[in-house]
């Protein structure tokens, strides 16, 4: 297969996942639509690994996958932290620091 | 047939990034988003990259993905609307969204697809296995490798500080109203000085106080247990 296809695949995640994350209310989701974003650039990265043929993009996608796992976890931390404050688990209503 | 592969993948994982943007239910989002990520560990495959795939589908599809839906059943995951619920951005945010696909499509089939070679380069035998990556993260890349341990520490302990319950900065009659701690149980109840009778409980030592006289025998300065 062309490298281009990969690449085109990639770029479609990436448009999914950022609609997701400009339309979404649920902040669950959010975050959700956030890993489809890293993970369309996770893609590229090996894509670009396998045409140069140097193993450097998947040491790239693998560090990519720790700092979303880091990402993940403060997140949900955040949402459980949110829940347990009674407050609404909506990012529209959470507007509290706007001045 | 790596092409009848790769558009059998790219279906799935595209089906599935869709499915976690317009799925309502929180919980059938991650349901979708795990399809999607293994979809994405067999693309991983098709490129080579044996030890990506793998670490793919362990650690998102694993264990992640547990942790998402952990937290979606906690949370609550209601149905609720797709839209925000903001007039300006209940026009812009779709607006927002088509403008990035529509960059990216034309940064794709202006200049970008042109200038990559198709085919991809000649490989020896071991690219992308483990010892590959591993050798790789032991000797060029082991400032990021270092600092990734650091970043998981670091975000662990995050995650549990905030996370957890607060006892002082919230009103602790918070929790008894909403049930969290139903109701203090009466001192020695349930330890291991009842079951062995060292100390009756405070029902039954009531009730003996009650009979002899009530004198010395305070609850409290007897310890031990």
Redesign the interface.
Known sequence: ?????????S??????????V?????P??I???L??ML?AA??AL??F?????T??G??F???V??????????G??????I????MA??V??LNELRG | MSAVLFFIAAIFALTGAIGVVMLRNPFYSVLALVVHLIALAALFLLLEAQFVAAAQVVVYAGAVMVLYVFVVAYVGGADQPLGSGGGALKILGPVFALAVAVELCIAMLGSALAGISSRGAHLHTTFGTPRDIGRLFLTAYLLPFELASLLLMVAAVGAVVLARRRRGLEAEEDEYEHGIVAEHRPVYTGTQAETTGVRRTVALEAAAEAEAEPAGTGSGSEGGW
């Open positions: 297969m062309d490298i281009g296809w990969y690449l085109v695949v770029a479609l995640i990436f448009s999914i996942g950022a609609a997701g400009l339309t979404r209310p649920n669950l989701v975050l959700l639509c890993e489809l993970n996770n893609l090996v894509a690994s396998r045409m140069w043929g193993p450097a998947q040491v996608a693998l560090i996958m720790v700092v979303a796992a880091c990402e993940v976890t403060v949900l931390g955040l949402i459980v932290a829940y347990r404050r009674q688990i909506n529209d209503e």
